[in-house]
């Protein structure tokens, strides 16, 4: 039986939940036809009859996944190994011009600028992004944003899982044009979906912009046990996270400074089974190492370098090249080689 035709119980249950590498993105739900998915506390489970259709596993990242594949499906061959951080066609550092972009944003702001140039030049209806529920404080959900003020209520990392993919099945159905933010293992996954041939699902996806990531915590370890438990910070005053050496934390009182050797421990398990950090298949990679007020931006695709190019002159960026030397082309160097190496397979 060819993995087409594989049900849930016999391909995902077994090689990636039961095994501890579903890494929680949603995909398997959104392109189930029959509605048998549901996630819970993270994972997918079935809430009935598995009708063996096989979609979920084309979509899953984690199952039967072909990074090699996927970079010729995106960018026609395969990363060399002097491209140590994936194929790409400009590097640069970035921010946003609008200042009160750069303040709610994170670092330079460019994903949440690119989304807002987007949506205003009307290459984009609605953007899949992470926002953040209102009953949980600081607790990431996957949202549509489709206007500049529901972008700006979405920026900012928020360091724990948000499942963006679950999202997409209801943008094929609402709206033409979508752009897809998200971590490398959700990037991965809409590329497999596009490679599938799941045109109801992405379809009308016109960028995707990855964000870069080692690993992401847990909410209850991070936020709720260390953060507010260890710490006695209050969740609903968190305005902003960041990772700069350390976790800064901002409230309404201030910035908060935490080790980051004390928060290792609340690492998602699932995210050992990575190797991608720069999200080496997106349109365009984007993060802060350790920049102040800029963000790292690789420009993978040409549709990606069409997005910014128009951003940076039509105003809304500023760029500079980034040196071959530069700390923060080092420490991007070092960090996707690690995680490629140190991946679980």
Not at 1 to 24: H, I, P, Q, T, Y
Not at 102 to 131: F, H, P, W
Not at 143 to 152: D, P, Q, V
Not at 247 to 261: F, K, N, Q, W
């Amino acid at each position: 039986m060819g993995e087409s035709k594989l049900g849930f119980e016999a391909s995902l249950a077994k090689d990636v939940v039961d095994a501890g590498r579903c890494v929680g993105c949603g995909a398997c739900v959104a392109v189930c036809p029959y509605e048998c998915l549901t996630l819970v506390e993270g994972c997918p489970s079935l809430v009935k009859d598995c009708k063996s259709c096989g979609l979920c596993s084309q979509a899953c990242p984690r199952y039967n996944f072909s990074h090699g594949k996927m970079e010729k499906f995106v960018f026609g061959r395969t990363r060399k190994t002097e491209e140590p951080f994936g194929i790409y066609r400009r590097l640069v550092i970035a921010q946003a011009t609008d200042e009160k972009t750069r303040r709610v944003s994170q670092d330079g702001g460019v994903a949440t600028t690119l989304l807002a140039y987007a949506m205003e030049k009307g290459y984009i209806d609605i953007a899949v992004v992470a926002g953040v529920s209102e009953e949980k404080p600081f607790y990431p959900i996957p949202k549509f944003a489709s206007n500049l003020r529901e972008i700006l209520e979405c920026a900012g990392t928020k360091y724990t899982c948000s499942p963006n993919t679950l999202l997409l099945a209801e943008a094929g159905k609402e709206v033409a044009e979508v752009a897809f933010v998200g971590t490398p293992c959700q990037i991965q996954a809409v590329r497999k979906m596009q490679a599938a041939g799941l045109t109801r699902h992405t379809g009308g996806l016109n960028f995707v912009i990855g964000l870069m990531c080692s690993r992401c915590f847990t909410y209850e370890g991070l936020m709720e046990s260390y953060i507010h438990g260890e710490k006695g910070v209050d969740l609903s005053e968190v305005k902003k996270m960041n990772i700069k050496g350390k976790l800064l934390v901002t409230t309404a009182s201030g910035v908060i400074e935490m080790p980051l050797a004390e928060i290792k421990r609340f690492h998602e398990e699932s995210c050992a089974c990575c190797g991608d950090f720069s999200s080496e298949l997106a349109d365009i990679s984007v993060g802060g190492l350790g920049l102040d007020g800029w963000t790292l931006t690789v420009i993978r695709t040409k549709k990606g370098e069409e997005l910014f190019s128009g951003a940076e002159q039509a105003g809304f960026l500023l760029s500079e090249p980034l040196d071959e030397e530069a700390k923060a082309n080092n420490l991007l160097v070092r960090l996707s080689e690690k995680k490629r190496k140190n991946a679980i397979r």
